[in-house]
């Protein structure tokens, strides 16, 4: 589905200009800034989150019933709530992925006893009690204090169906699916406000063109909302599959921009989707493949935002990228249609760059979900029974989070290379931002598998006199957090950061997650 593209790809970022042909000679490199007004401020829903009825992801994660003896509010457990509360994710994307079109919403309401059972068709074809609906997952929202996003069923729904939905969630007045609402003992509507309309059109969502999808989101757009949307929708079409180009443009020609409040992209880092390679026992040239991959969203995310601004130069569309993460081999045991598997450093280096590339782009890129949060993919969250642990991507998540709604810094350096049997990336990524209280906050990551990289960061134009960094990293790449060690990645301190003449100096180790905070 994807290709390894050549290394010798140009990376054009908007406000980052990063140069992958650094003098390899270079002991040093430096990072210039450039606070700029105009400069965009950083979604926090870029860090959004992604649950789908899936493997172990619902079932048997977040929700264990309420009848469980793990700890529990309503059936979902507490422990993940916490962490995820402490993580401040900014919106959960669900109930799908390819399962939102052939989930009928209707079949999750009302008593438990009368719900109907369906077979997850996508996911291992196991039976769906339909136990979890839409009460429990926006009543999870409100207890995450994040905002729900819910994935429409346009592939094998009804225009109906998902207006329903719409009314059954939102409106206050008086009508059928409110009444219904009420009936089934929910008294306020939950407001919700990022709607999908439909997941990957292109393949498991109903295998459309391009051309036939427009038309149908135009006809779905249309009922989900008046015609001046006053209920504040955010209409989010079905995106692109990597660099599918033709998909955004055909998207962005045929629906008028005042429908669209979103187009999506999805994007997997994978080595080969036929030998996909353990997540855990890989070579570091299987581990450069896993980069190249992820580093081939700067590209995406370039052209498919030049794409956009020929159809909407004021920028009044977001780029959604709903679906992002590593993909991986299942765990040797499990179900392979449950996408279970461990999380390395691998991950976090993976999270680390990816983040930085969405915060550079953040004129465009406004909404992002990793998927998927737990027991799935690249999850920031694996449980065994009662156990939980928090993953390497977890902790670059939790690193990350003071860059939401922060004013993007634009930066200037030439990377380093990272280099493997005649190939090279950049081996340096950088983002930077600006809180509403004036602290800085710099991340940075080197990809490189075996050499420390040696950073001067020009602080000069930021007025920072002093800073404090941490760090994430291992003795080794295939390093995770176990059900029997759970603490062996975690954010630790850096106490090598100090500021000499207006510079600061620092040595980031082989595949490692920094954060320099400055104030
Ligand atoms: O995240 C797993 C699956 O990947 C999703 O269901 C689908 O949208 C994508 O192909």
């Known amino acids: 589905m994807f290709k390894i593209k050549t290394n010798d790809l140009k990376y054009l970022a908007v406000f980052c200009i990063v140069s992958?042909?650094?003098?390899?000679?270079?002991?040093?490199?430096?990072?210039?800034?450039?606070?700029?007004?105009?400069?965009?401020?950083?979604?926090?829903?870029?860090?959004?989150?992604?649950?789908?009825?899936?493997?172990?992801?619902?079932?048997?994660?977040?929700?264990?019933?309420?009848?469980?003896?793990?700890?529990?509010?309503?059936?979902?457990?507490?422990?993940?709530?916490?962490?995820?509360?402490?993580?401040?994710?900014?919106?959960?994307?669900?109930?799908?992925?390819?399962?939102?079109?052939?989930?009928?919403?209707?079949?999750?309401?009302?008593?438990?006893?009368?719900?109907?059972?369906?077979?997850?068709?996508?996911?291992?074809?196991?039976?769906?009690?339909n136990s979890f609906g839409t009460h429990d997952f926006l009543n999870l929202c409100e207890l995450l204090e994040t905002e729900p996003y819910v994935s429409g069923n346009v592939g094998s729904g009804t225009v109906q169906e998902l207006a329903d939905w719409v009314q059954y969630t939102n409106f206050d007045g008086v009508s059928p699916m409110s009444d219904l609402r009420k009936q089934n003992g929910r008294k306020e509507p939950w407001k919700v406000k990022y709607w999908g309309i439909g997941n990957e059109a292109w393949g498991c969502g109903g295998n459309m063109t391009a051309e036939y999808y427009a038309n149908e989101y135009r006809k779905y757009a249309t009922f989900i909302a008046d015609w001046t949307n006053s209920g504040g929708l955010m209409r989010i079409a079905s995106g692109a599959n990597s660099d599918d180009y033709h998909w955004t443009e055909t998207l962005m020609k045929n629906i008028p921009n005042h429908m669209l409040g979103g187009v999506a992209l999805h994007h997997y880092s994978v080595i080969d989707w036929n030998n996909k390679g353990d997540a855990v026992s890989f070579t570091e040239d299987m581990y450069f493949k896993t980069m190249s991959?992820?580093?081939?969203?700067?590209?995406?995310?370039?052209?498919?935002?030049a794409i956009m601004d020929k159809y909407d130069p004021e920028k009044k569309v977001d780029l959604v990228v709903?679906?992002?993460?590593?993909?991986?081999?299942?765990?040797?045991?499990?179900?392979?249609?449950?996408?279970?598997?461990?999380?390395?450093?691998?991950?976090?280096?993976?999270?680390?760059?990816?983040?930085?590339?969405?915060?550079?782009?953040?004129?465009?890129?406004?909404?992002?979900?990793?998927?998927?949060?737990?027991?799935?993919?690249?999850?920031?969250?694996?449980?065994?029974?009662?156990?939980?642990?928090?993953?390497?991507?977890?902790h670059v998540m939790n690193m990350y989070?003071?860059?939401?709604?922060?004013?993007?810094?634009?930066l200037k350096f030439h990377s380093p290379k990272y280099e493997l049997n005649g190939k090279s990336l950049p081996a340096v990524s950088v983002s930077a931002s600006k809180d509403t209280?004036?602290?800085?906050?710099?991340?940075?990551?080197?990809?490189?598998?075996?050499?420390?990289?040696?950073?001067?960061?020009?602080?000069?134009?930021l007025g920072v006199k002093n800073v404090t960094a941490s760090i994430i990293t291992s003795n080794k790449l295939q390093d995770y957090n176990a059900f029997d060690n759970p603490n062996h990645i975690v954010i630790q301190k850096l106490d090598n950061a100090k500021i000499k003449k207006g510079k600061l100096n620092i040595t980031i180790p082989p595949f490692s997650v920094i954060m320099i905070e400055g104030k």
Request: include cysteine; aromatic fraction near 8%; proline fraction near 3%.
């Open 20 to 129: 992958l042909f650094g003098n390899a000679q270079d002991k040093s490199t430096t990072i210039t800034f450039n606070q700029d007004e105009k400069a965009p401020v950083i979604s926090k829903h870029i860090y959004g989150h992604f649950a789908e009825h899936l493997g172990r992801c619902i079932y048997d994660g977040f929700f264990v019933g309420d009848t469980s003896k793990i700890a529990n509010t309503n059936g979902v457990r507490n422990d993940i709530v916490k962490a995820l509360k402490d993580l401040k994710i900014p919106n959960l994307r669900w109930p799908g992925g390819c399962f939102a079109d052939t989930y009928h919403w209707k079949d999750g309401i009302g008593p438990q006893k009368d719900r109907p059972t369906i077979v997850n068709q996508w996911w291992g074809g196991v039976t769906e009690d």
């Open 322 to 394: 709903d679906e992002w993460g590593g993909w991986y081999a299942v765990e040797e045991g499990t179900n392979p249609g449950f996408l279970y598997q461990q999380n390395t450093m691998r991950d976090a280096v993976l999270a680390g760059v990816t983040l930085n590339i969405f915060n550079n782009h953040a004129d465009r890129v406004r909404m992002a979900n990793l998927a998927q949060c737990v027991n799935v993919l690249q999850a920031v969250i694996l449980t065994d029974k009662a156990k939980m642990i928090l993953t390497p991507t977890y």
């Open 293 to 305: 991959e992820a580093l081939e969203m700067e590209e995406l995310v370039t052209k498919h935002a």
């Open 437 to 461: 209280s004036g602290l800085v906050h710099i991340s940075m990551v080197n990809i490189d598998a075996n050499k420390d990289n040696t950073i001067d960061l020009d602080l000069g134009a």
């Open 401 to 410: 989070k003071v860059h939401q709604d922060a004013k993007l810094i634009p």
